[in-house]
Nanobody
Framework: QVQLVESGGGLVQAGGSLRLSCAAS????????MGWFRHTPGKEREFVAA????????YYADSVKGRFTISRDNDKNTVYLQMNSLKPEDTAVYYC?????????????????????WGQGTQVTVSS
């Protein structure tokens, strides 16, 4: 299995920035795509961003495009989510996820169904 540990969450004011980290361990060689999702009470878990380990192609939800940046350090088996211009509606628990599936279509990265491994989540709170 793959184990994921998120860190970097916290409380920030609107317009501020945070950088989340996701450290992967275990059978990381089986990982194809890493993604970030977020969840708030009463809402469905939603896609935020994804990145391919090989090549580093990135994908973003429209709601965060231009504000968030996903990146990875393959040597450290770590994925990052740089969040700028944060808004109160960005408040959520952010989860890192990994998919062991190769050959996925790009559209599949946007759905949580293809991700098999999930971290415990890190709280991000943005105040007005």
């Amino acid at each position: 299995q793959v184990q994921l540990v998120e860190s970097g969450g916290g409380l920030v004011q609107a317009g501020g920035s945070l950088r989340l980290s996701c450290a992967a361990s275990g059978r990381t060689s089986s990982t194809s795509v890493m993604g970030w999702f977020r969840h708030t009470p009463g809402k469905e878990r939603e896609f935020v961003a994804a990145i391919r380990w090989s090549g580093g192609s990135t994908y973003y939800a429209d709601s965060v495009k231009g504000r968030f940046t996903i990146s990875r350090d393959n040597d450290k088996n770590t994925v990052y989510l740089q969040m700028n211009s944060l808004k109160p509606e960005d408040t959520a628990v952010y989860y890192c996820a990994a998919s062991p599936r190769f050959g996925l279509s790009r559209s599949a990265y946007y759905t949580d169904r293809v991700y098999s491994y999930w971290g415990q989540g890190t709280q991000v709170t943005v105040s007005s």
